[in-house]
């Protein structure tokens, strides 16, 4: 393990946070024709630096083969729009967005976040790396440009566009291999008076809720606020603020501006406290979760075992990537979980990776009546328990896997 570097400051990261085995890529959807074909699968072995504490995933697929054409539509969670909405109205207000001004979305997708800054009447560039999704978002009337961050492409935009007067990162920054070059593009396209926020799984909620599920080679970093904040000075971003969100299972979002230094708000230090008082801050407080994985392994696999034994039928619910690594990382099959559905018509028809467990529409649920339905994304638990509450009606229940198994009554 020592040929592995730490993309963060360099050193050998050489100590294992979690080894999950091997897993084909998360969102690789296959089509019926593909079915028996090969298959690659690559390892999922986090590593964690001792020397700057970064947990970190190693390159073992390029970016680029996995962003350039990508199966995720955040336009498909209505929670993740109403999120959106939500935020963008509330930076229209605190800072006093308008038409003379500008805001960059790197990671932009489909556009579900800039349409609403393009409704209030703002400027607004997509930065968006897949090109099936980038031209949805031109369709919708956002303006996108398809292209990796680096700090190259991000002088060369600011160059084009102008810098911005905020630029968002949501659920991006955790998804770079080339951390440093992309921290330094954020710090080309904004102004030097301007914000860069940034939305992110925060590592001490992925360990209190052993949430391995969101393990997956697309994921190259799980960050804590403190590696974030090391990362960000390197591009001359201080943090001036942090938020504790609830989104995808307990995220941060940072508030960074160029050369922002002094005093750390309130908000920073407790959340830096918190993650103290974890152990985030030593190597030794990240011991112990191979074995809560495991835990949620035995416990998911004595069900669907259990299940089959009584003939009771068991289907999921969503086809997201972190599903995918968890029913690879468990080795369950289409013999325990029938089928799963999706609201994304881009799914429906196709097959999980790995496991080949087909993907159908939400309506098939409904028509076939299973005993239970296995909610993948179980970070949009009260979302979806209301969608789903029709399962009830004749006898089925709801299964949560994480953060431990819970069969809903």
């Known amino acids: ?33 593909s079915l028996d074909g090969p298959e690659n699968f690559y390892p999922l072995h986090v590593r964690i630096c001792p020397s700057c504490l970064l947990v970190q995933l190693p390159e073992y697929v390029s970016g680029s083969e996995i962003f350039s054409d990508y199966a995720y539509f955040s336009s498909y969670s209505d929670s993740w729009v109403a999120h959106a909405r939500r935020y963008a109205e509330s930076m229209v207000a605190s800072l006093g967005l308008g038409p003379e001004h500008l805001v960059t979305e790197v990671a932009s997708n489909d556009g579900y976040l800039l349409r609403h800054f393009v409704a209030a009447g703002v400027p607004v560039l997509g930065v968006e790396p897949a090109a099936n999704i980038a031209e949805v978002a031109r369709t919708a009337g956002v303006r996108t440009e398809t292209c990796f961050l680096g700090a190259r492409t991000g002088a060369a935009l600011a160059d084009r566009y102008g810098r911005a007067d905020l630029v968002v990162a949501n659920n991006v920054y955790a998804h770079v291999p ?24 925060h590592l001490l909620r992925l360990i209190e809720g052993r949430q391995f599920d969101t393990i997956y080679h697309e994921h190259y970093q799980y960050l804590s606020l403190a590696t974030a904040r090391r990362a960000l000075a390197t591009a001359g971003l ?16 940072l508030h960074a501006r160029p050369g922002a230094t ?4 309130t908000n920073v230090k407790a959340v830096l406290a918190a993650e103290a008082d974890a152990g985030l801050h030593r190597l030794a407080g990240h011991a112990g979760f191979a074995e809560a994985v495991f835990t949620i392994k035995r416990e998911l696999l004595e069900f669907l075992l259990a299940a089959r034994a009584a003939g009771r039928r068991v289907v999921g619910y969503g086809a997201p990537g972190k599903g995918n690594t968890l029913l690879n990382h468990c080795g369950i099959r289409s013999d325990l979980l029938a089928y799963t559905v999706d609201r994304s018509p881009h799914k429906q028809g196709r097959f999980l990776p790995g496991t080949h467990i087909p993907v159908h529409p939400p309506e098939r649920i409904a028509a076939d009546r299973p005993d239970y339905v296995l909610v993948l994304p179980w970070n949009l638990r009260a979302e979806l328990t209301g969608q789903l509450a029709y399962v009830r009606q004749w006898g089925g229940r709801l299964v949560f896997p994480i953060p431990r198994l819970e069969i809903a009554p």
């Open 178 to 201: 080339d951390l440093l070059g992309f921290t330094a593009g954020l710090a080309a396209l904004v102004k030097p008076t301007g914000l860069v926020t940034l939305e992110f799984p």
């Open 262 to 265: 002094g005093e750390a708000s």
């Open 238 to 253: 201080g943090v001036v603020d942090v938020e504790e969100l609830s989104t995808h299972g307990g995220s941060l979002r």
């Open 1 to 33: 393990m020592a040929h592995v570097r730490c993309r963060l400051c360099g050193a050998p990261a050489t100590e294992t946070f979690v080894d999950l085995g091997m897993s084909p890529l998360c969102e690789s959807y296959l089509s019926a024709e």
